[in-house]
């Protein structure tokens, strides 16, 4: 599962995001956006590729992009994208 941001470095943001939001969207992976990053679940070689794909995007409406990654390479497991949340969520209710 990565985290990713990628952005116009001198342009208007807001076009150039939905280009890259589109193409995570279009993969089919598990993904989540919020307003600072993009989530996607998957092989590694998958996941890699749509982050390069999305960038590419950026690049087509902007001379210059900024790309940030966070991943957690953790292989065998699935599902993480919601999972996290829930065992957090669960932990959560076992401190009141």
């Given at each position: 599962m990565i985290a990713f941001s990628v952005a116009p470095v001198?342009?208007?943001m807001s076009e150039a995001v939905a280009r890259?939001?589109?193409?995570?969207?279009?993969?089919g992976l598990p993904n989540e956006t919020n307003a600072m990053f993009t989530l996607i679940e998957g092989e590694w070689g998958e996941?890699?590729?749509?982050?390069k794909r999305a960038t590419d995007a950026v690049l087509e409406v902007s001379p210059r992009a900024s790309l940030v990654i966070k991943a957690d390479i953790?292989?065998?497991w699935n599902n993480r994208l919601t999972g996290k949340v829930e065992d957090m969520e669960k932990a959560m209710k076992e401190l009141n």
């Amino acid at each position: 599962m990565i985290a990713f941001s990628v952005a116009p470095v001198s342009e208007e943001m807001s076009e150039a995001v939905a280009r890259a939001v589109k193409i995570v969207r279009d993969s089919g992976l598990p993904n989540e956006t919020n307003a600072m990053f993009t989530l996607i679940e998957g092989e590694w070689g998958e996941v890699m590729d749509v982050v390069k794909r999305a960038t590419d995007a950026v690049l087509e409406v902007s001379p210059r992009a900024s790309l940030v990654i966070k991943a957690d390479i953790r292989p065998g497991w699935n599902n993480r994208l919601t999972g996290k949340v829930e065992d957090m969520e669960k932990a959560m209710k076992e401190l009141n």
